[in-house]
């Protein structure tokens, strides 16, 4: 574990330490001093930030630092949950593309195919239509923009093993397929889908707040950071830091995934791109 | 010949991801709660006239038979008509297609602009060095700051401090270029962010790997120009991963630029597209899914072409 964190640098360390903040933040958030996120007329209408209220109030009076703190709570949780229950289907579906092949590779490869061609926030405006705007079509959305990541990879991963000695071993030993590929596969390509739950967290959160800042992400009350961020645009002009503050905290967290996910991909595949250094 | 043999299984496995692309849209638009009598005739149907629509759009045969009779009238160039204008679907994005074009081809002239010699640079400088780490934070930035965030950051920016460039106000470039170009480089620029950050990541990765190679030693041996070694050898070898990222970018310019279009009032695809979810007219939305993936799948498939054409070995069974 600490040669791990000896190998990564001071930049990947930094973002690993602002996603543990603002996990923290947003899990602790409401037994925090910052203030209630629901009351209305705590102060006057969208007041410019200041100690009470430090990022501002919106245009009902509502402090909006609690909001924000809020909203990084839902963004992350909708994000997380929709990107580990792909994770866990595009893993077992590249699995048994790799390891059966034949039919059931043809069909799971084109299968990522088809849904790799599908723009991220036009196949957003499609499931909106069909199902309604919400957190259910957001979670819809982000499965069919990461799904095919996940399948692609875990795909030639288990290509690469599936001929190799302890595999072909165990087959011989009489182990069943699901019990060659639970036992014998999956221990060996986890490195590789948890480097991919990295990326499609961060691709999670930018889509969550995409189909949120236009309106097709989850309804009001519900708030995610894009949310947030789509209530004041309406303000833009003359009440600037609604906009700025959300944005900034959005930002700031989709980079410390960013940052944490390079340095679990050093860390597991030290050898992907870094030949020379 | 070698390309030929290369290329038919590619526009085979096209057309079958293309013809499961339509399936899903169709199948997906099939599902919209509320036949097509309610939309269009509203809540207060009778059973008569629900019958009567479902065998004047022939909703009353078997799905398959729906969906041949669907795709038979794509291919003439039919993708029906929108429920609000009643002009033909098509015409509509035709029409719209050219501003999502110049905005597409202005943010991907930006992105190489601000990513390739970024991406170089952080390939071939020492670790430490003052540019590799100007690189490395476009790079996070670029990768992480949302397109809607930056867009909304500059509208604040340029709408408080009237600088030369204007927010809003499409003009048509024919009508007025400095007008069109006043109003689309902050769309453009919005977009190439994250264009930005992609190409640079992938230069600097592919420019880190050809530099481990024996002919980069041997062309600084040989006491080539740094300069020369970058052109003839670096970026001719990295060029594949970065037609990739490239295309796909570009691909996704073309059908998913919907946010910034929507923010910018930009009267493209994508804005026409999301006002036809606004407006319940689906057939828009239907089309505008399945043209943004056509376009998608189409331009892979060129620089599938690209690759075998710019190096000899793809498709030769030597690779």
């Known amino acids: 574990m600490f040669s791990i964190f000896g190998r990564i640098d001071r930049l990947s360390r930094f973002g690993f330490g602002l996603l543990v903040f603002l996990i923290l933040l947003g899990l602790i958030g409401p037994y925090l001093p910052l203030g209630d996120p629901m009351r209305i007329g705590a102060g006057p209408r969208l007041s410019s930030p200041s100690w009470l209220f430090p990022f501002g109030t919106d245009e009902l009076g509502r402090s909006f630092l609690p909001r924000v703190v809020d909203g990084i709570r839902a963004t992350f949780l909708l994000s997380a949950v929709a990107v580990i229950i792909t994770a866990i289907i595009g893993t077992l579906l590249g699995m048994v593309a790799g390891f059966f092949g034949g039919v059931a590779d043809q069909v799971v490869a084109r299968g990522a195919d088809i849904l790799f061609s599908f723009p991220a926030i036009l196949a957003g405006l499609l499931i909106a239509a069909v199902m309604g705007p919400g957190q259910i079509s957001a979670i819809a959305v982000i499965s069919v923009a990461t799904l095919p990541l996940f399948i692609r990879v875990v795909r030639s991963v288990t290509l690469g093993l599936a001929s190799r000695g302890f595999i072909v071993a165990a087959q ?42 236009l309106g097709l992400g989850g309804q009001a009350p519900y708030a ?38 390079d340095a679990v991909r050093d860390a597991l595949e030290p050898l992907k791109g870094r030949s020379l250094t | 010949m070698r390309i030929l043999l290369y290329f038919l299984p590619k526009l085979i496995f096209a057309s079958i991801t293309m013809l499961g692309v339509s399936a ?31 065998v004047r759009y022939g909703l009353d045969q078997p799905l398959l038979v729906q969906y041949l009779n669907w795709l038979g009238a794509l291919f003439q160039g039919d993708m029906g008509v929108s429920m609000v204008t009643r002009a033909p679907v098509l015409d509509e994005f035709l029409r719209r297609a050219p501003v999502t074009l110049e905005l597409a081809l202005l943010a991907l002239a930006f992105a190489l602009a601000g990513g390739l010699p970024l991406g170089i640079l952080a390939g071939i400088a020492p670790p430490g060095h003052r540019g590799g780490i100007l690189a490395r934070l476009v790079g996070a930035l670029g990768a992480s700051v949302p397109d809607f965030v930056l867009g909304s950051l500059l509208i604040f920016v340029f709408s408080v401090w009237s600088l030369w460039l204007r927010v809003g106000g499409y003009v048509s470039p024919i009508e007025d270029p400095v007008g069109n170009l006043r109003t689309m480089l902050l769309p453009a620029l919005t977009l190439s962010l994250f264009g930005i950050a992609l190409v640079l990541r992938t230069t600097r990765d592919a420019v880190l790997r050809v530099m481990t190679e024996g002919y980069i030693t041997t062309a600084l041996a040989r006491g080539e120009r740094p300069f020369d070694i970058i052109r003839l050898h670096v970026l001719r070898n990295s060029a594949i991963p970065i037609i990739t990222v490239v295309t796909t970018y570009f691909g996704f310019l073309l059908g998913g630029a919907v946010v910034v279009e929507v923010l910018f009032s930009i009267p493209g695809i994508g804005f026409f597209i999301f006002s036809g979810l606004e407006n319940r007219d689906y057939a828009i939305v239907q089309a505008g899914v399945l043209i943004a993936a056509a376009v998608f799948i189409s331009i892979n498939m060129l620089a599938d072409l690209a690759y075998a054409l710019i190096d000899p070995r793809v498709g030769s069974g030597r690779h």
Do not use: C, K
């Open chain 1, 224 to 261: 995610s950071l894009g949310s947030l961020l789509r209530q004041g645009s309406a303000y833009l002009t003359f009440a600037p830091w609604l906009v700025l503050s959300s944005g900034a905290v959005l930002s700031a967290a989709i980079m410390a995934v960013n940052l944490t996910g």
């Open chain 1, 172 to 213: 011989v030993a009489g182990a069943s397929p699901w019990r060659v590929m639970i036992v014998h596969i999956l221990p060996n390509i986890i490195g590789a889908v948890i480097v991919q739950l990295t990326y499609a967290l961060s691709i999670g959160m930018i889509i969550e707040s995409a189909l949120s800042f």
């Open chain 2, 24 to 54: 899903l849209v169709f199948l997906a638009l099939r599902m919209i709660p509320g036949g097509y009598a309610d939309v269009l005739l509203g809540p207060f149907v009778t059973p008569e006239a629900r019958e009567a629509i479902a």
